[in-house]
Nanobody, 116 residues
């Protein structure tokens, strides 16, 4: 069974940066599997943020975060990251990692709050 542990959320002022991490465990993960980041703001549907293959390739981003967020993987730590720069109040949400992509395996969620 896949377990995903997230960390890195918090409160930041607009224009600031945060880095979220997602560490999977429970089985061997393969380079062709995809990791995704999603977010859900209060009263809104969960939405796609970014994804990558587990080898760090084939990154994709939602238009709303393109150029500001970067998804990556640290091979040494077996951890996926979402680097978020130039944060805006509209980025405020609970962020979730999903791995493998579109599976039932989700992280516990981490709150990101961006103040104006």
């Amino acid at each position: 069974q896949v377990q995903l542990v997230e960390s890195g959320g918090g409160l930041v002022q607009a224009g600031g940066s945060l880095t979220l991490s997602c560490t999977p465990s429970g089985r061997t993960f393969y380079y062709f599997e995809k990791m995704g980041w999603f977010r859900q703001a209060p009263g809104k549907e969960r939405e796609f943020v970014a994804s990558m293959l587990w080898n760090g390739a084939a990154t994709t981003y939602a238009d709303s975060v393109k150029g500001r967020f970067t998804i990556s993987r640290d091979n040494a730590n077996n951890t996926g990251y979402l680097q978020m720069n130039s944060l805006k109040p509209e980025d405020t949400a609970v962020y979730y990692c999903n791995f493998p992509y579109e599976s039932d395996s989700w992280g516990q969620g981490t709150q990101v709050t961006v103040s104006s």
